[in-house]
């Protein structure tokens, strides 16, 4: 079971930028497709960006495109999403997530989702 630790978030103003940071602990994730979730209040967890295993493969949500990188350190046992020019509609709790299939498809089925880390926008 692999066990995942957010940070990173915080109190940025309106096309600033943030960068987050996902441990992983339990075992290596280096076979593992990742991927960045968020869920706003009020609002269903979303699919933010993901990762295949090897780096070779990326995915995002539109809203992201062009502004959002996600990477990953094998070697670190890390996963990250920059966040440039965010905007007042990125304002969330974000989450990382793993899938042992390794593709940039993150299944969230039966996930335990960590605690998360607030990102928050301001005007």
């Known amino acids: 079971q692999v066990q995942l630790a957010e940070s990173g978030g915080g109190l940025v103003q309106a096309g600033g930028s943030l960068r987050l940071s996902c441990a992983a602990s339990?075992?290596?994730?280096?076979?593992?497709?990742m991927g960045w979730f968020r869920q706003a209040p009020g609002k269903e967890r979303e699919f933010v960006a993901s990762i295949s295993w090897n780096g070779g493969s990326t995915l995002y949500v539109d809203s992201a495109k062009g502004r959002f990188t996600i990477s990953r350190d094998n070697a670190k046992n890390e996963v990250y999403l920059q966040m440039n020019s965010l905007k007042l509609e990125d304002t969330a709790v974000y989450y990382c997530?793993?899938?042992?299939?390794?593709?940039?498809?993150?299944?969230?089925?039966?996930?335990?989702w960590g605690q998360g880390t607030q990102v928050t926008v301001s005007s």
């Open positions: 997530a793993a899938d042992p299939r390794g593709g940039v498809a993150i299944s969230t089925r039966g996930n335990d």
């Open positions: 339990g075992r290596t994730i280096s076979t593992y497709g």
